[in-house]
């Protein structure tokens, strides 16, 4: 009788182990973006730590931890830094890896350019056609980018 007991906890003991794991794992690799105007991102996970950049909306960044109400996060430079939960929001978004890339009226190259990003410009994804995205700046400006200017 006593035995039995023993495996049971164990037994409920790995069934708690194996969901905290996982639910660590599904946050890990997740990506997310920011969802303020201007956000700061900071060396360790609060407000005591130092700020190592500030980042603007739309800005995508892959979860490697979470601490708390805190999210360690790296970017499309790899860097590495910390940021509020309340700051981020599960929305697609892209953010340009090239200089100059042509932002365009429609999907495809015969189609205008109504301006051109720098790198490192975020955009919120509204719609995919092909190998192009349909994207919006936080200032509002709209239009089609090419899969290969974007991480």
Same mark, same amino acid.
């Given at each position: ?34 969802? =303020?105007?201007?956000? %700061? *991102?900071? !060396? $360790? /996970? #609060?407000? +005591?730590?130092?700020?190592?950049? @500030?980042?603007? &909306? ?39 890896? =090239?200089?100059?890339? %042509? *932002?365009? !009226? $429609? /999907? #495809?190259? +015969?189609?205008?350019?109504?301006? @051109?990003?720098? &790198? ?32």
């Amino acid at each position: 009788m006593k035995h039995s007991r023993f495996i049971k906890y164990k037994i409920i003991g790995i069934v708690i182990l194996c969901f905290l794991f996982s639910s660590v794992y599904t946050i890990a690799n997740e990506r997310r973006c920011i969802n =303020k105007t201007i956000a %700061n *991102v900071r !060396s $360790g /996970p #609060g407000t +005591d730590y130092d700020i190592k950049w @500030k980042v603007e &909306k739309y800005y995508p960044i892959i979860i490697l931890k979470k601490q708390e109400e805190w999210y360690q996060f790296e970017d499309f430079e790899k860097d590495n830094a910390w940021v509020h939960e309340s700051l981020l929001e599960k929305e697609d978004s892209i953010i340009t890896i =090239k200089n100059d890339c %042509n *932002v365009r !009226s $429609g /999907p #495809g190259t +015969d189609f205008k350019i109504v301006f @051109k990003a720098s &790198k490192g410009v975020p955009f919120k994804v509204l719609d995919k056609k092909e190998s192009w995205y349909k994207v919006k700046h936080a200032d509002g400006d709209q239009g089609w980018i090419h899969k290969t200017l974007v991480w």
